[in-house]
């Protein structure tokens, strides 16, 4: 038997046939809980809703006999579901930025005496975020450029930079309904730094209780880089300058929920955050902006302008290797696609 909790309305009445929605239903009896998209077939209204599941327990696709009041209709729904004791990992495409690969890999075209004009590769990135479920808490991982950032809300020399090529298609509520999620099903958010990339989406839980989780040392940097002419300009005051629910993580390691370690990793900010998250079966290290791309894994550093502290990021890299290779977990980075595609299963 399954419950709706929460979000969207099941389904407004009258409702046309082949209407698609999204919602939030937890099993009542074993310990399951189900993100959900439906179809639904026929017209149908009454209330008081409840799921019971008529064949296909285990499938993804399964069908399940949908009972309002004194009625009956039928409904065809494609079930994500995990055991409360398990940590699943849902990755979110949130679109692609567009930049010369120097800014990525420090020195990778430069002129030379013999070769005074080198050719320059204009390469593209993916900015993405996570959902985190644990038997606690479903966690949000960063939240993505503001939907506006192509059209003003970027200024003109980040932009033309680093272009968040179709912002505007990647608004957070409506890439997370894309995969069985609402703002509201969120019940804390990690922002691994505030760069203007990952803080874009934090509007979305302005004057909420949502605990916002952010470093001890990136905190005040960014308002700091924000509001005057020193630090970093990758801020955007408009994005974190909200009433927003912080909660300070201090320190080098720290315990958010059984299986997710928060990990300070300086560098690229001064308080970059990455996580180990132990998945059964195979952990995923959190790397993010520490390595946008393989080839900073490997140990060749971001452009200058993308490193806050060349010292602390070697440091802070050492760090995930030894973490890596101690546990043989799957490694995450900041925004290269292919990486990307690969751990989330996109180019499968």
């Given at each position: ?5 929460s979000g969207p309305p099941p389904l407004p009445t009258p409702t046309p ?139 003109v020399p980040l932009y033309e930079a680093f272009a968040h090529v179709d ?97 300070h990793l300086p560098g690229h900010t001064p308080g970059l955050i990455g ?74």
């Amino acid at each position: 038997m399954f419950k709706y909790v929460s979000g969207p309305p099941p389904l407004p009445t009258p409702t046309p046939a082949n209407t698609e929605n999204t919602c939030r239903v937890v099993c009542v009896g074993p310990a399951l809980t189900t993100a959900i998209r439906y179809k639904r077939i026929p017209t149908f209204e009454r209330d008081e809703i409840d799921f019971t599941l008529e064949r296909g327990c285990c499938s993804e696709h399964v069908e399940v006999r949908m009972t309002r009041g004194l009625g009956t209709a039928l409904y065809l729904l494609t079930a994500r579901r995990h055991h409360m004791n398990e940590i699943t990992v849902t990755f979110v495409d949130r679109g692609r930025v567009q930049a010369d690969r120097n800014f990525v890999v420090d020195g990778h075209s430069v002129a030379t005496a013999s070769d005074r004009d080198p050719e320059h590769e204009y390469e593209t990135y993916v900015v993405w975020n996570l959902v985190i479920e644990t038997s606690e808490m479903t966690i949000l991982w960063d939240t993505g450029s503001h939907p506006e950032a192509g059209n003003g809300y970027w200024p003109v020399p980040l932009y033309e930079a680093f272009a968040h090529v179709d912002a505007a298609e990647h608004a957070l509520p409506a890439d997370l309904e894309e995969e069985g999620y609402g703002i509201e099903d969120i019940d804390a958010v990690v922002m691994s730094h505030l760069h203007l990339d990952h803080a874009g989406g934090l509007h979305n839980f302005a004057g909420t209780d949502v605990p916002i989780y952010v470093h001890r040392e990136e905190l005040p940097f960014a308002y700091y880089s924000a509001n005057t002419d020193e630090g970093s300009i990758a801020y955007l005051a408009s994005d974190f300058d909200r009433e927003l629910n912080w909660e300070i993580v201090h320190g080098d390691s720290y315990h958010l929920t059984d299986g997710v370690e928060l990990l300070h990793l300086p560098g690229h900010t001064p308080g970059l955050i990455g996580a180990f998250i132990d998945r059964p079966g195979q952990p995923l290290l959190v790397v993010g902006d520490e390595a946008y791309v393989e080839a900073n894994y490997a140990g060749q550093p971001m452009a200058t302008s993308l490193l806050w502290n060349n010292g602390s990021w070697k440091e802070s890299l050492e760090r995930c290797r030894d973490r890596q290779r101690a546990t043989g977990a799957e490694v995450l980075l900041g925004h290269d696609l292919a990486v990307f595609e690969d751990v989330s299963g996109a180019a499968d």
